[in-house]
């Protein structure tokens, strides 16, 4: 624990003090100091699958985005069929470079008279940089910093959002309004990154301690931490992005086609568009993957796949223990003529190869509302 | 009678005449979180030390365990193989990871005592 004066000084989400009085131990991430876990990983990790628990992830950049021409100048830069998108849903998709490769994975919010973006924390410079600098001049931009964003996520969020905003119940998943939540105006999503039924919820700055308290009164609703959603979202089967996605690969390896729509496929119109939908024409030289290891040793991160002679095949890009699956479980890139289902390989942790074997994705089934 | 000591990488050592039993802290576990595996060194062999002993694998990351004193491996704690989380809650019990026969107990002179390691710990907050 070495001090690194030349660190810039990490951020705080406005709700830093409620975490310390919840005992959270807190962590640097993406520049902000957030909370990795309370009570613990498994947990709160246990009780999002049984119950519900609130994540502070209020880190996440944020715009807004008005003009009649937003949809139109979105698809210069994103896969997905915005123009498409209809008011009051939102729609997972993915800001990519002239290469092919994913600059970021987004939400794109159409709330009917704006749009809303919701992207990594670690790479909202970068995204909104290349938003003013690509179609600023075509539309009004402005990035939120007075927000807060935070996720009710569990088979129980929806009760208990019922009983604090009664509309919330006839919401579909993948749609937004906008409710009052005890005295407060919140744009409402039915989403999230766990694979449980859940909403995403924005509110201004100097309301978010009030709602993360009336929301942490319930008796079904936990706080919980990055440590927790990480393991979520990796049972979900759900990218990272900087370790599952980056900037050298595209949709088509990472098993993320079906974000781009018919519409795009056809017209194309998005960068590196030849490039990918060439790809999708060929296959991928690699694809990303799920893999199941026996025994109990969780693979991490940057681990070497290979197939059963030691063949490099590729690397894991997540791997944790899965609280849910109660087994090891990793994400990863592996060379396309091995990553078929029940296909064989092995994951050298310490040295030694473990054998493992590619499963489909989720490794746990999503919960969806439907 | 046996005499607890502690490293600065947070394992305690307890000595019991020429043999010990090898474990973490309770500042160790907490630091990890939540222990999903633990890998135990074989019975039999011989670590100078400071070597890396044993992998303890939170749900977040792998951390080495490191022998405290050198010597011969005479036996591992079984029971985390189907209970790792024996090391969470009972770090300085039925948590523990190994026992060992010290080649040279002169080479515990140099661990800390309770007070010394509470020291430690404090200065790392």
Same mark, same amino acid.
Request: proline fraction near 5%; glycine fraction near 10%.
């Given at each position: 624990?070495?001090?690194?004066?030349?660190?810039?000084?990490?951020?705080?989400?406005?709700?830093?003090?409620?975490?310390?009085?919840?005992?959270?131990?807190?962590?640097? +991430?993406?520049?902000?100091?957030?909370?990795?876990?309370?009570?613990?990983?498994?947990?709160?990790?246990?009780?999002?699958?049984?119950?519900?628990?609130?994540?502070?992830?209020?880190?996440?950049?944020?715009?807004?985005?008005?003009?009649?021409?937003?949809?139109?100048?979105?698809?210069?830069?994103?896969?997905?069929?915005?123009?498409?998108?209809?008011?009051?849903?939102?729609?997972?998709?993915?800001?990519? =470079?002239?290469?092919?490769?994913?600059?970021?994975?987004?939400?794109?919010?159409?709330?009917?008279?704006?749009?809303?973006?919701?992207?990594?924390?670690?790479?909202?410079?970068?995204? +909104?940089?290349?938003?003013?600098?690509?179609?600023?001049?075509?539309?009004?931009?402005?990035?939120?910093?007075?927000?807060?964003?935070?996720?009710?996520?569990?088979?129980?969020?929806?009760?208990?959002?019922?009983?604090?905003?009664?509309?919330?119940?006839?919401?579909?998943?993948?749609?937004?309004?906008?409710?009052?939540?005890?005295?407060?105006?919140?744009?409402?999503?039915?989403?999230?990154?766990?694979?449980?039924?859940? +909403?995403?919820?924005?509110?201004?700055?100097?309301?978010?301690?009030?709602?993360?308290?009336?929301?942490?009164?319930?008796?079904?609703?936990?706080?919980?931490?990055?440590?927790?959603?990480?393991?979520?979202?990796?049972?979900?089967?759900?990218?990272?992005?900087?370790?599952?996605?980056?900037?050298?690969?595209?949709?088509?390896?990472?098993?993320?086609?079906?974000?781009?729509?018919?519409?795009?496929?056809?017209?194309?119109?998005?960068?590196?568009?030849?490039?990918?939908?060439?790809?999708?024409?060929?296959?991928?030289?690699?694809?990303?993957?799920?893999? =199941?290891?026996?025994?109990?040793?969780?693979?991490?991160?940057?681990?070497?796949?290979?197939?059963?002679?030691?063949?490099?095949?590729?690397?894991?890009?997540?791997?944790? +223990?899965?609280?849910?699956?109660?087994?090891?479980?990793?994400?990863?890139?592996?060379?396309?003529?091995?990553?078929?289902? =029940?296909?064989?390989?092995?994951?050298?942790?310490?040295?030694?190869?473990?054998?493992?074997?590619?499963?489909?994705?989720?490794?746990?089934?999503?919960?969806?509302?439907? | 009678?046996?005499?607890?000591?502690?490293?600065?990488?947070?394992?305690?050592?307890?000595?019991?005449?020429?043999?010990?039993?090898?474990?973490?802290?309770?500042?160790?576990?907490?630091?990890?979180?939540?222990?999903?595996?633990?890998?135990?060194?074989?019975?039999?062999?011989?670590?100078?030390?400071?070597?890396?002993?044993?992998?303890?694998?939170?749900?977040?990351?792998?951390?080495?365990?490191?022998?405290?004193?050198?010597?011969?491996?005479?036996?591992?704690?079984?029971?985390?193989?189907?209970?790792?989380?024996?090391?969470?809650?009972?770090?300085?019990?039925?948590?523990?990871?190994?026992?060992?026969?010290?080649?040279?107990?002169?080479?515990?002179?140099?661990?800390?005592?309770?007070?010394?390691?509470?020291?430690?710990?404090?200065?790392?907050?």
């Amino acid at each position: 624990m070495t001090d690194a004066p030349e660190a810039p000084a990490l951020k705080r989400t406005p709700l830093f003090d409620l975490h310390r009085k919840l005992g959270a131990k807190m962590v640097p +991430f993406a520049g902000y100091q957030m909370p990795l876990q309370y009570e613990g990983i498994l947990a709160e990790h246990n009780h999002c699958r049984r119950e519900a628990v609130l994540f502070d992830v209020s880190h996440m950049g944020m715009a807004l985005l008005q003009g009649d021409d937003v949809a139109t100048a979105l698809e210069t830069l994103v896969v997905g069929d915005i123009r498409g998108l209809a008011a009051g849903r939102l729609r997972y998709t993915l800001l990519t =470079n002239d290469e092919g490769g994913i600059v970021d994975d987004l939400m794109v919010i159409n709330g009917g008279y704006y749009v809303v973006l919701v992207v990594n924390a670690a790479r909202k410079e970068v995204d +909104f940089a290349l938003i003013r600098d690509r179609i600023g001049d075509r539309i009004d931009f402005e990035v939120w910093t007075d927000r807060a964003l935070l996720a009710l996520q569990g088979p129980a969020a929806a009760s208990v959002l019922a009983r604090l905003a009664p509309p919330s119940r006839h919401m579909l998943f993948m749609t937004m309004e906008t409710l009052t939540i005890g005295e407060m105006k919140c744009g409402v999503t039915r989403s999230g990154y766990t694979g449980e039924d859940g +909403f995403e919820i924005v509110v201004d700055d100097g309301h978010a301690v009030e709602l993360a308290n009336m929301i942490l009164d319930e008796p079904e609703v936990m706080p919980a931490g990055l440590g927790a959603r990480d393991t979520l979202r990796l049972e979900a089967g759900l990218c990272l992005y900087g370790q599952d996605l980056d900037e050298t690969t595209t949709p088509v390896e990472a098993g993320l086609a079906w974000t781009i729509g018919q519409r795009r496929r056809e017209e194309g119109g998005f960068p590196g568009d030849e490039i990918i939908l060439r790809q999708m024409a060929e296959g991928p030289k690699r694809k990303r993957v799920g893999i =199941n290891l026996q025994g109990k040793v969780p693979a991490r991160a940057g681990a070497a796949i290979t197939d059963r002679w030691g063949k490099a095949l590729g690397r894991v890009t997540s791997g944790t +223990f899965g609280p849910t699956v109660g087994a090891p479980i990793a994400m990863g890139y592996v060379s396309a003529d091995h990553a078929d289902n =029940n296909a064989l390989v092995s994951v050298t942790v310490r040295e030694r190869p473990l054998p493992g074997r590619v499963v489909p994705m989720p490794f746990v089934p999503h919960r969806y509302a439907t | 009678m046996a005499t607890t000591r502690y490293t600065r990488e947070h394992e305690w050592i307890r000595i019991d005449g020429d043999t010990a039993t090898v474990g973490i802290t309770d500042f160790a576990q907490e630091q990890l979180g939540d222990v999903v595996f633990v890998e135990l060194p074989e019975i039999g062999r011989q670590v100078s030390k400071g070597d890396e002993a044993a992998v303890v694998e939170s749900v977040k990351a792998a951390s080495e365990v490191y022998a405290p004193a050198s010597g011969e491996v005479t036996a591992v704690n079984e029971a985390l193989a189907d209970e790792p989380a024996l090391v969470n809650s009972a770090p300085n019990g039925d948590g523990w990871f190994f026992k060992m026969r010290l080649a040279n107990p002169a080479e515990l002179d140099d661990l800390m005592d309770a007070a010394a390691y509470k020291d430690h710990v404090d200065s790392l907050d």
